[in-house]
């Protein structure tokens, strides 16, 4: 089934995050997370680009493949098109069609050294959102950033990208990770105003360890309010505490997007079942009565 159709079906929808294993990685503990997470029924899962090499988009499919054929749940497969061609992608996709997956999270990736603007036959996540849009029938994601794009020149440059996303074809979003719900806010307030309309779903990352959350700090310049600061500061030094206070905020945040009518959450789990169980957990009754209620 194509996301775009479970949100047409239910709100809010439910989803989750893993990664393919590095290419050293132990390919049967991602298995084993993937078979834990199954148990949590969520609408669908997303499984991120894979490690650096050939084989990355392999990677991808087979979880994603794993994940629909084996446990009947929607997939979502990312995909980046910063050192693509056409012919990369159109390889890609019949193999993504010969399998089922019928969702992309179109991406345009981490760009370095060796991608010269000129030659890319992709610049944007745009230009990879029209390619798919215009040649084959994908439901297509795309990501949006509530506190806007680290690259973006401002807010309002990065809500105009974000339109230019949805025109092209974009069915549904996942936002970045964010700490702060009221940056949130504002930014779908801004996202209704310029009529993207299409459905926003909130991605939630629960803090496991302080390394952890200042490297993807570092990389989103998502901002810490004051309240989750104290919890890094005091608890720092105790992991167990450090993960059972970062679920906590975690589920804080989660059930107040809930009560404000969110279209989805996703969930950044970092492979590990055990976050998503707590997690899930702790918002399992306000799902359900949100649904029943067809709010």
């Known amino acids: 089934m194509k996301i775009n159709q ?26 084993k997370t993937i078979d834990e997470l199954a148990k949590l029924n969520p609408d669908y899962i997303s499984v991120t680009y894979g490690a650096a090499g050939t084989e990355r988009s392999d990677d991808t499919l087979l979880m994603a493949s794993m994940i629909k054929q084996k ?81 973006a020149r401002s807010r309002t440059v ?42 926003i779903t909130a991605g939630i990352m629960p803090v496991l360890n302080r390394k952890q959350i200042e490297r993807m700090v570092e990389l989103s310049g998502a901002t810490l309010p004051d309240k989750f600061k104290k919890i890094l500061a005091r608890y720092e030094h105790n992991p167990k505490a450090l993960q059972d206070a970062g679920i906590a905020y975690a589920s804080e945040q989660l059930i107040d997007l809930l009560s404000t009518g969110v279209d989805g959450v996703h969930l950044y789990v970092m492979n590990k079942p055990e976050v998503a169980k707590k997690l899930v957990s702790n918002i399992e009754n306000i799902v359900s009565v949100l649904r029943s209620s067809g709010q």
Request: glycine content about 4%; charged content about 30%; hydrophobic content about 35%.
């Open 71 to 151: 446990y009947k749940i929607e997939s979502l497969a990312h995909l980046t098109c910063v050192s693509s061609s056409k012919k990369d992608l159109d390889d890609i996709f019949d193999k993504y069609e010969q399998h089922d997956i019928e969702n992309i999270l179109a991406l345009r990736g981490d760009l370095n050294v060796s991608h010269e603007a000129n030659s890319r036959a992709f610049k944007y996540a745009s230009d990879l959102i029209e390619y798919i849009h215009d040649t084959r029938p994908f439901c297509i994601g795309a990501a949006c950033y509530p506190e806007g794009h680290v690259e």
């Open 6 to 31: 479970i949100f047409e079906q239910k709100k809010p929808v439910i989803s989750f995050e893993i990664f393919p294993p590095k290419r050293d990685g132990d390919v049967n503990t991602v298995y």
């Open 158 to 199: 990065d809500l105009i990208n974000l339109k230019h996303k949805v025109s092209k074809g974009a069915d549904f979003l996942v936002t970045q990770l964010f700490f702060d719900n009221e940056k949130f806010y504002d930014f779908r307030n801004e996202a209704r105003s310029l009529d993207i309309d299409i459905p």
